[in-house]
């Protein structure tokens, strides 16, 4: 079984900087892929940000030069470092990862980008 536990959300004006983190429990952490993705009201769960066990990334469109996701394996977790943010980029923010069939999800954390 694996836990994700996220925080750092907040409230934050635009062009300001958050970082998410996501606490993984479970040994397989360092072995996994793990996701960022995040959900806007009315709009469907996207994917943000996607790291690999060996630390490729890769990003969506309206992200890439502005996030910066990444991992420390030693300590379980990982990240999503938020600069110069946006209105539209307010949603829940969800860590994920899979394991076989298994699909672990976390509690998700609240960004809001308003002045």
């Known amino acids: 079984q694996v836990q994700l536990v996220e925080s750092g959300g907040g409230l934050v004006q635009p062009g300001g900087s958050l970082r998410l983190s996501c606490a993984a429990s479970g040994s397989i952490f360092s072995i996994n892929t793990m996701y960022w993705y995040r959900q806007a009201p009315g709009k469907e769960r996207e994917l943000v940000a996607v790291?690999?066990?060996?630390?490729?990334?890769n990003y969506v469109d309206s992200v890439k030069g502005r996030f910066t996701i990444s991992r420390d394996n030693a300590k379980n977790t990982v990240y999503l470092q938020m600069n110069s943010l946006k209105p539209e980029d307010t949603a829940v923010y969800y860590c994920?990862?899979?394991?076989?069939?298994?699909?672990?999800w976390g509690q998700g954390t609240q960004v809001t980008v308003s002045s």
């Open positions: 994920y990862t899979d394991f076989g069939p298994f699909h672990f």
């Open positions: 790291i690999s066990a060996s630390g490729s990334t």
